[in-house]
């Protein structure tokens, strides 16, 4: 049982001061949400112009430099600035009113860790304004090429203390749900009737606890190289410039759990109202996540494959182990569909979307954790297609589908359901015709992070195809922005819950007020809003 | 390498095709047609039996790939005790140095790619390194790569069966340049290697 004293709720003005100084769960939660949405169209239109200066070979829409600053913007935005934050925000919203609590365990904290996000990644793209511009090493910034002896501009450092910000902020997050689940939960709150998404977000946060410290070393290690003569990577001096990998990867490879374990969280609240049933295999959806996670952190090493320096079969195995889990969690999402009374509504359609794009990037993550599959595959472009698979494909997707679910329960407004399903339509449209043609280009030989390729073989079709799949998504991500202009203005009325949901957070008005809960329903269930809705079906 | 390509692509698409059947009938199956009642369905939530076995099939899958995969590794990276050629590679920002044992040393940049000549149906050692950051010798017609890591040196053999001139890059992103640090490989027959290596490399 839980503790219920919660945190003195004082009233929060809405005017400017009000946001700026908040500490309530939900303000944060949306101001990380937007904030990551506007990182989102920001590294969203570097992608753009990625595809164009690629639409043909030996294009010269940007230079070498710039081309360089704009993978590696677009990479580190995605990864730091918007599919990991976006979650922590969803997460910062939803765990609390999932668990029955009037706030997080530490809301001054949980302030400082979106400032110090939103600073962090300003940081980064100020790289932009001096003399050389922003880091242009790739979101993996590996050394000896980040070293001062060869990337000589401010912006790599502007990059090492923004991400350092953005993973200070990120540990601080993780220990505030970490302590909220575990010490807030409401009256009957049991820790195996606690919604799967916030148990997602404690196998997430976990996994943040082991493998961001790494990174921050790591970054601490190259500013004191750059900046106060060290030289840790540098083989000249002693140093090993394969200890950036082993100490990136240790990070990395976690990283990508920490950008998909909340989002399978998401489906896993999506998929059972619109099917109408309760979630399948709830036990094995629990254990499967922390499977993965513990399973995630003995396999950094499948990113040096190719190295030649860490031939231990171990981290292959490993890596095939994943599957399991991951496939049991797929098997769990097709039972709770089946013989279910499945609406198509748009966060569903999103789902369906979800669960068939990351379908093949664990196809591919499985043969590329093949080391002889590897060696062809590794930082070639049938790499980029399986990443963007899974975190695109997959995360991207799954934010698409909690933007809709959980729109009317932040803002009090539906979001309009046809322009809904055409932003569903042409991002997955898009999304496939873009990415697909990848596997192949890198098949063929294209490596990563190239601003040309040669002009004879397919590579310039494939390449074309591509881009213009990335134009049909950017038209979708427009539908979408137009579908939140639209359904903004018009503020027709929503119920408190417009899906029929089943957690506590739909026990509360559209939006929550300030203390999120006038009165809870009984909780006996994992689903306590259904069971107060269906009576005659709860169980004694 | 072709026979883990072929394994895990038919295994890949077979275990892919299996679930999106999965995904597809159920959501076709079982969709809310305009006739909606807003009934319930059976409100079902596990099954040990479908969970044990949906846990122990897929296990036993991998198991067994990574068996055959350990095995196919162990053939790529095995190398031979005594190499008919030995060549050592050096990567740097924007070309490759190819050093031949007891022959001549090839440097080529961006502009005028080097190209390394082996000879075919025999095996030639590469120790590779680099002079400043990390590279990687990728030839996509061999399905393989190497990092070249400073303060690094590393082995492999490779034994081209089919003559003919391919095409090689740098896959490791090093810098501005690093999309033209490209090569070739010549294969050539072990006579045409001779008269190469004691002719004028060309």
């Given at each position: 049982m839980s503790a219920t004293t919660a945190p003195r709720i004082e009233a929060e003005s809405n005017d400017l001061l009000g946001w700026l100084t908040t500490t309530d769960h939900k303000r944060i939660g949306i101001l990380y949400l937007t904030t990551s949405l506007a990182y989102f169209a920001v590294a969203g239109l570097l992608a753009i112009a990625i595809r164009t200066q690629l639409a043909r070979p030996d294009n010269a829409v940007v230079t070498p430099e710039q081309y360089a600053q704009l993978f590696t913007l677009h990479g580190t935005a995605m990864i730091f600035l918007v599919v990991a934050p976006f979650a922590l925000g969803l997460a910062n919203f939803l765990i609390p009113l999932q668990i029955g609590?009037?706030?997080?365990?530490?809301p001054r904290l949980n302030a400082t860790s979106y400032w110090m996000f939103l600073f962090g990644g300003l940081t980064v793209f100020?790289?932009?304004?001096t003399n050389e511009g922003a880091a242009g090493n790739g979101w993996t910034s590996y050394a000896p090429l980040s070293e001062i002896a060869i990337s000589t501009g401010l912006g790599q450092d502007l990059w090492i203390v923004g991400i350092f910000l953005v993973s200070v902020a990120t540990i601080l997050t993780a220990i505030n749900f970490v302590t909220t689940a575990f010490i807030y939960r409401a009256p009957g709150m049991t820790m195996w009737r606690i919604p799967i998404f916030t148990w997602e977000m404690i196998a997430t946060s976990l996994l943040i606890f082991m493998a961001f410290p790494s990174l921050a070393a790591d970054l601490e290690l190259l500013f004191v190289d750059r900046?106060?003569?060290?030289?840790?990577?540098?083989p000249a001096y002693g140093g090993n410039a394969l200890l950036w990998q082993h100490l990136f990867w240790f990070f990395g490879h976690p990283e990508v759990y920490v950008m998909i374990l909340p989002y399978f969280g998401v489906v896993s609240e999506i998929i059972p109202v619109f099917s109408r049933?309760?979630?399948?295999?709830y036990t094995g959806l629990v254990l499967a996540a922390f499977a993965i996670a513990g399973l995630s952190m003995g396999v950094w090493a499948h990113h040096m494959f190719t190295s030649g320096a860490v031939d231990d079969p171990f981290f292959s195995a490993v890596s095939f182990l994943i599957a399991v889990p991951t496939g049991v969690k797929f098997f769990n999402w097709i039972a709770t569909m089946w013989r279910g009374r499945i609406v198509l509504a748009t966060p569903m359609l999103f789902c369906i979307g979800f669960l068939i794009n990351f379908l093949l990037g664990g196809v591919t993550g499985v043969m590329i954790a093949s080391p002889p599959i590897d060696f062809q595959a590794h930082q070639s472009y049938f790499i980029v297609a399986h990443m963007h698979y899974v975190l695109g494909g997959g995360s991207l997707f799954a934010i698409f589908a909690a933007l809709f679910f959980w729109w009317p329960k932040m803002f009090g407004v539906k979001l309009d359901e046809t322009l809904g399903k055409v932003c569903f339509w042409l991002l997955f449209v898009g999304f496939n015709v873009t990415f697909f043609p990848m596997h192949l280009s890198g098949l063929y030989g294209m490596a990563r992070r190239v601003y040309t390729y040669p002009a004879n073989g397919p590579l310039p079709e494939l390449n074309m195809i591509a881009t213009i799949g990335s134009y049909v998504m950017l038209l979708g991500v427009l539908v979408f922005v137009w579908d939140v202009i639209v359904s903004t203005r018009r503020h027709e009325p929503v119920p408190d819950d417009p899906w029929g949901?089943?957690?506590?957070?739909?026990?509360?008005?559209s939006p929550p007020p300030e203390h999120n809960f006038d009165s809870l329903p009984p909780i006996h269930s994992e689903r306590p809003v259904f069971d107060a809705r269906h009576p005659e079906l709860t169980p004694p | 390498m072709t026979s883990d390509w072929v394994l895990f692509i038919a295994c890949g698409a077979g275990v892919a095709l299996l679930v999106w059947g999965l995904i597809l009938f159920a959501v076709f199956r079982w969709r809310v047609r305009s006739s909606d009642d807003g009934g319930l369905p059976p409100q079902f939530s596990s099954n040990n039996v479908l969970e044990i076995s949906w846990t122990l099939i897929p296990l036993a899958l991998v198991i067994a790939l990574f068996v055959f995969t350990y095995r196919v590794e162990a053939r790529v990276e095995a190398v031979t005790p005594r190499p008919a050629v030995s060549v050592d590679v050096t990567g740097f920002r924007w070309g490759w140095t190819f050093a031949y044992a007891g022959g001549p040393t090839i440097t080529g940049t961006a502009l005028a790619p080097p190209q390394l000549v082996l000879p075919a149906g025999e095996t030639t050692r590469i120790s590779i390194t680099s002079s400043d950051v990390n590279h990687a010798f990728w030839v996509p017609a061999f399905l393989f790569k190497r990092d070249a890591i400073p303060g690094l040196v590393t082995t492999f053999d490779l034994r081209p069966v089919e003559t003919g001139t391919f095409q090689g890059h740098c896959a490791e992103f090093c810098g501005l340049q690093h999309a033209l640090m490209g090569f070739t490989v010549r294969v050539v027959s072990p006579a045409d290697y001779t008269a190469w290596l004691h002719g004028g490399h060309t």
């Amino acid at each position: 049982m839980s503790a219920t004293t919660a945190p003195r709720i004082e009233a929060e003005s809405n005017d400017l001061l009000g946001w700026l100084t908040t500490t309530d769960h939900k303000r944060i939660g949306i101001l990380y949400l937007t904030t990551s949405l506007a990182y989102f169209a920001v590294a969203g239109l570097l992608a753009i112009a990625i595809r164009t200066q690629l639409a043909r070979p030996d294009n010269a829409v940007v230079t070498p430099e710039q081309y360089a600053q704009l993978f590696t913007l677009h990479g580190t935005a995605m990864i730091f600035l918007v599919v990991a934050p976006f979650a922590l925000g969803l997460a910062n919203f939803l765990i609390p009113l999932q668990i029955g609590a009037a706030d997080m365990a530490f809301p001054r904290l949980n302030a400082t860790s979106y400032w110090m996000f939103l600073f962090g990644g300003l940081t980064v793209f100020a790289g932009a304004a001096t003399n050389e511009g922003a880091a242009g090493n790739g979101w993996t910034s590996y050394a000896p090429l980040s070293e001062i002896a060869i990337s000589t501009g401010l912006g790599q450092d502007l990059w090492i203390v923004g991400i350092f910000l953005v993973s200070v902020a990120t540990i601080l997050t993780a220990i505030n749900f970490v302590t909220t689940a575990f010490i807030y939960r409401a009256p009957g709150m049991t820790m195996w009737r606690i919604p799967i998404f916030t148990w997602e977000m404690i196998a997430t946060s976990l996994l943040i606890f082991m493998a961001f410290p790494s990174l921050a070393a790591d970054l601490e290690l190259l500013f004191v190289d750059r900046n106060l003569g060290g030289h840790a990577f540098d083989p000249a001096y002693g140093g090993n410039a394969l200890l950036w990998q082993h100490l990136f990867w240790f990070f990395g490879h976690p990283e990508v759990y920490v950008m998909i374990l909340p989002y399978f969280g998401v489906v896993s609240e999506i998929i059972p109202v619109f099917s109408r049933k309760p979630i399948f295999g709830y036990t094995g959806l629990v254990l499967a996540a922390f499977a993965i996670a513990g399973l995630s952190m003995g396999v950094w090493a499948h990113h040096m494959f190719t190295s030649g320096a860490v031939d231990d079969p171990f981290f292959s195995a490993v890596s095939f182990l994943i599957a399991v889990p991951t496939g049991v969690k797929f098997f769990n999402w097709i039972a709770t569909m089946w013989r279910g009374r499945i609406v198509l509504a748009t966060p569903m359609l999103f789902c369906i979307g979800f669960l068939i794009n990351f379908l093949l990037g664990g196809v591919t993550g499985v043969m590329i954790a093949s080391p002889p599959i590897d060696f062809q595959a590794h930082q070639s472009y049938f790499i980029v297609a399986h990443m963007h698979y899974v975190l695109g494909g997959g995360s991207l997707f799954a934010i698409f589908a909690a933007l809709f679910f959980w729109w009317p329960k932040m803002f009090g407004v539906k979001l309009d359901e046809t322009l809904g399903k055409v932003c569903f339509w042409l991002l997955f449209v898009g999304f496939n015709v873009t990415f697909f043609p990848m596997h192949l280009s890198g098949l063929y030989g294209m490596a990563r992070r190239v601003y040309t390729y040669p002009a004879n073989g397919p590579l310039p079709e494939l390449n074309m195809i591509a881009t213009i799949g990335s134009y049909v998504m950017l038209l979708g991500v427009l539908v979408f922005v137009w579908d939140v202009i639209v359904s903004t203005r018009r503020h027709e009325p929503v119920p408190d819950d417009p899906w029929g949901g089943y957690s506590l957070e739909w026990a509360t008005s559209s939006p929550p007020p300030e203390h999120n809960f006038d009165s809870l329903p009984p909780i006996h269930s994992e689903r306590p809003v259904f069971d107060a809705r269906h009576p005659e079906l709860t169980p004694p | 390498m072709t026979s883990d390509w072929v394994l895990f692509i038919a295994c890949g698409a077979g275990v892919a095709l299996l679930v999106w059947g999965l995904i597809l009938f159920a959501v076709f199956r079982w969709r809310v047609r305009s006739s909606d009642d807003g009934g319930l369905p059976p409100q079902f939530s596990s099954n040990n039996v479908l969970e044990i076995s949906w846990t122990l099939i897929p296990l036993a899958l991998v198991i067994a790939l990574f068996v055959f995969t350990y095995r196919v590794e162990a053939r790529v990276e095995a190398v031979t005790p005594r190499p008919a050629v030995s060549v050592d590679v050096t990567g740097f920002r924007w070309g490759w140095t190819f050093a031949y044992a007891g022959g001549p040393t090839i440097t080529g940049t961006a502009l005028a790619p080097p190209q390394l000549v082996l000879p075919a149906g025999e095996t030639t050692r590469i120790s590779i390194t680099s002079s400043d950051v990390n590279h990687a010798f990728w030839v996509p017609a061999f399905l393989f790569k190497r990092d070249a890591i400073p303060g690094l040196v590393t082995t492999f053999d490779l034994r081209p069966v089919e003559t003919g001139t391919f095409q090689g890059h740098c896959a490791e992103f090093c810098g501005l340049q690093h999309a033209l640090m490209g090569f070739t490989v010549r294969v050539v027959s072990p006579a045409d290697y001779t008269a190469w290596l004691h002719g004028g490399h060309t």
